[in-house]
């Protein structure tokens, strides 16, 4: 049995929360958040404070808050000789200031209203030695499938890669989305082309599988496209066409 | 029953080929294609040439080729009294030099390999008069299910929309591919978080969808992620920021 306490209740505490409490062999002892209002709202039945100096012992402390106050959230748990962990993409290792410390990151964009299924989410986990690392991966596989040991300078590229795959990608289905209801046609029919894209990653390498006139270097058809762009899209087609262009020359 | 001759055999020709074989109402009388030896390494049993004074009679000529030479090989159709359509995203109605004339463009991005469920896919019809529309419709919907009136200047704007959402995307896994490989990190990773940003799209609008530092203004995270990018990385990383950025100001 492995027992934790979370720390912070935002999108990621919340889903590893339910989680968790579904899990065997987990128990979650505690739940911390700044403000107790949000954990009043909580119908589990669960030991909730809004006083660090409240927290109770557990074998794993989960950090679920925002990047910029996990180091200073840390200071306050030097006390404890757990394994003290949080689950940021982007927060090297170094900014807990615990003995035994480590990183769990369940790679995924959360959204509060909707339900996660944690055995489609991958773990990267990091820790500085392996009784802890194997705890994290007990407490990933308690309630997933995937896990990877991913070091904090990786876990940099990572996020970044993140951004580019999920944040700017939403932002090309958004413009999409102006340039069709601009002109009165319904964004649903671009629908099936966007599932298609992503499905192909799947067995293609996203290189192999590039169309499209950048990559035929179709200038005619390039023309065309930017006499019907505003300006921000008109720079946005320019220059990842002539990415995707010197990728293949 | 619909008869149709098949001008062209690309992928797009090649699928509708097959799907319109298995249709009940629908008799595939002849393809055409400039070269013999690829319509001869054909298994079906079908009326083959390469020579366009050989065409047969038909309701409907489909010309599926290459958007520079539809507009030439329609010239050569002027005495047809059928419906000539093409199935292009990008040619106008005009470029059909024919009394009778339509466009019959299934949006999707096809490859030769990946069998084609037309179920699935929108097709985008226009034509001159009501019949002729209606006899594409039922064209359509004897191999799919959805049909959308979509006219030569919007089908201009959904192209370039389709650049966007498809091409330019498949561009972004390639770098979020790229940035993995360089740093020995598994792209498959990621592939949960691009199958959910694709997938959010069903019940939410792109803009309502979007996460991320630039979403944020989260300033700190984008000068740590421009530095870990190359040149050509930095500049798209920049831009779609900006871009992110002007779309929640």
Request: aromatic share 8%.
């Amino acid at each position: 049995m492995i027992s934790v306490v979370i720390i912070g209740y935002g999108n990621v505490a919340h889903h590893l929360t339910s989680a968790f409490l579904k899990a065997k062999n987990i128990v979650v002892k505690q739940v911390y958040n700044r403000s107790l209002n949000k954990l009043n709202n909580l119908k589990i039945k669960i030991l909730k404070t809004n006083k660090l100096s409240e927290l109770v012992d557990a074998d794993v402390y989960i950090i679920a808050i925002s990047d910029d106050v996990i180091s200073d959230i840390s200071t306050k748990l030097v006390a404890k000789k757990a394994l003290i962990v949080h689950t940021s993409g982007s927060v090297d290792i170094k900014s807990l200031h615990n003995k035994q410390r480590g990183v769990f990151y369940p790679l995924q964009s959360f959204s509060k209203e909707k339900e996660v299924d944690f055995n489609e989410i991958p773990f990267c986990l990091e820790a500085e030695n392996e009784n802890n690392y194997l705890l994290l991966q007990q407490l990933a596989t308690s309630i997933g499938k995937k896990t990877y040991r991913i070091n904090s300078e990786q876990r940099k590229y990572l996020h970044v890669a993140a951004v580019f795959v999920n944040n700017f990608t939403n932002h090309l289905y958004t413009i999409g989305n102006d340039i069709c209801s601009t002109n009165n046609i319904p964004f649903e029919i671009l629908h099936p082309l966007i599932k298609e894209t992503s499905a192909k990653i799947n067995y293609l390498l996203p290189k192999d599988a590039q169309t499209g006139p950048a990559k035929r270097s179709d200038q005619k058809t390039i023309e065309n496209h930017l006499q019907l762009l505003n300006k921000q899209q008109k720079e946005i087609y320019s220059l990842l066409t002539k990415s995707i262009k010197k990728t293949y020359e």
